[in-house]
């Protein structure tokens, strides 16, 4: 029987971590991307005179491209090597971004936003499934550094725009954060493949069937399209809540507490996962959401709502990477389609909720909208229960799994 020699082990180890930190920095620098968005929509409305109506169209431009490339890298996961997709979707990520600062108009900055999208999607529905099968053992933990490290560039993302406009050109804040892309795209293209236990098998019908009917994939589908659509609904409007309740200059300053929130929170749930379970877990960080949610929004006012949007923030973080978790345990020959299927349903939360508050807040005001977040929050609850009293633990659902031949 062949052993692996010392220098083999220690090649692979060093390996590993170096695929572990270009995942890490692809995630943080799609993360800034993605929330330097919102920071430079009232730029183009000033610079291209750009009506309200077609700034609405920034964020689906964004969603399209990412969401087909995405379900579209789940599909073939297993086919083709996760390098070249990684590199293609992180080097054409950040030659998007250059272009996003390069363009002449608002229509061709959504065009360049929708390929941004494609790309990103690309890398996105190839990086965690890597990190899965580097990671075999604690997924839990490095899901949820995985997407820590996401927190980090989205709270970082706003400042850098700032700082361009500061210099009074906010095309600055694309060129710098396209020039931070080369030094990830030269180390991937020189490391060499990496070294996993088993990849994804390719997906076949029955292997589509396996995953849809899988339990604890139809509970990471529902807890994280409840948990998405309210992090939808506070991106989207706790702003317009916290103006007239916090100080004027603090108003901005309550999105950036949330998203700052989320990088202990992720750390938090990325170290407790693996000791107290990944159901345990979800159900303990949505009583804190719940908690934090009834302060925030029924009790709470001046800078008490700061507090307890904190308090939303750390519970709300650690439950996308701590779901996810939990059903590729189930089917981690199939990370990549579970990994798709994530960001999919998290992109319809993300999408739908704030839609549905527009229509109340319309109506009846943003109090009334924000006080309605406690229901999804509620029906997590109540999937993570029933879950974890029908199903057990993710060891038990494991063996369910593999005895129909997973």
């Not at 709300?316 to 020959?333: D, F, K, W």
């Amino acid at each position: 029987m062949e052993t692996a020699t010392d220098g083999e082990t220690t090649r692979e180890f060093d390996g590993r971590r170096w695929w572990t930190l270009a995942v890490f920095a692809f995630v943080a620098l799609e993360g800034a991307t993605l929330q330097m968005q919102g920071a430079i929509i009232p730029v183009l409305r000033t610079t291209f005179g750009t009506a309200q109506w077609q700034l609405g169209l920034v964020s689906p431009a964004g969603t399209l491209g990412f969401l087909v490339c995405v379900a579209a890298v789940g599909a073939v996961a297993g086919r083709l090597e996760t390098r070249k997709l990684l590199l293609v979707g992180v080097a054409g990520t950040g030659c998007s971004v250059l272009l996003m600062g390069l363009v002449p108009s608002f229509g061709a900055f959504l065009v360049v936003l929708l390929v941004r999208g494609a790309f990103a999607g690309i890398g996105r529905g190839s990086d965690r499934p890597l990190l899965s099968h580097l990671y075999p053992r604690r997924r839990g933990q490095l899901f949820g550094y995985y997407d820590m490290m996401w927190a980090v560039g989205a709270t970082l993302g706003p400042l850098v725009v700032t700082v361009a406009l500061w210099m009074e050109n906010w095309r600055l804040a694309y060129y710098a954060l396209a020039a931070s892309f080369l030094p990830l795209v030269a180390l991937i293209w020189f490391l060499p493949s990496p070294s996993v236990e088993s990849g994804d098998d390719p997906l076949t019908l029955a292997g589509v069937r396996r995953i849809v009917q899988n339990p604890a994939v139809m509970v990471m589908a529902a807890g994280i399209l409840f948990s998405t659509g309210v992090e939808g609904g506070l991106f989207t409007w706790l702003t317009t809540y916290a103006d007239g309740r916090v100080p004027a200059s603090l108003v901005t300053v309550s999105l950036s507490i949330l998203l700052v929130a989320y990088i202990p929170g992720r750390f938090a749930a990325g170290s407790l996962s693996e000791r107290f379970g990944y159901l345990p877990l979800v159900f303990g960080l949505g009583s804190l959401c719940l908690v934090g949610a009834v302060y925030t929004f029924v009790f709470a006012s001046g800078l008490g709502v700061l507090v307890g949007v904190f308090c939303i923030g750390v519970g709300l973080s650690g439950l996308y990477p701590t779901l996810l978790a939990y059903a590729t345990e189930s089917a981690p020959t199939h990370s990549a389609p579970i990994n798709a299927l994530a960001l999919v349903v998290s992109s319809c939360g993300i999408a739908g909720v704030p839609t549905l508050m527009g229509f109340v807040i319309e109506r009846s005001g943003v109090a009334v909208a924000m006080r309605l977040l406690l229901v999804p929050i509620v029906g997590l609850l109540v999937v993570a229960l029933v879950a974890w009293a029908r199903l057990g633990t993710v060891v038990d659902t494991t063996r369910t799994v593999d005895s129909t031949g997973d």
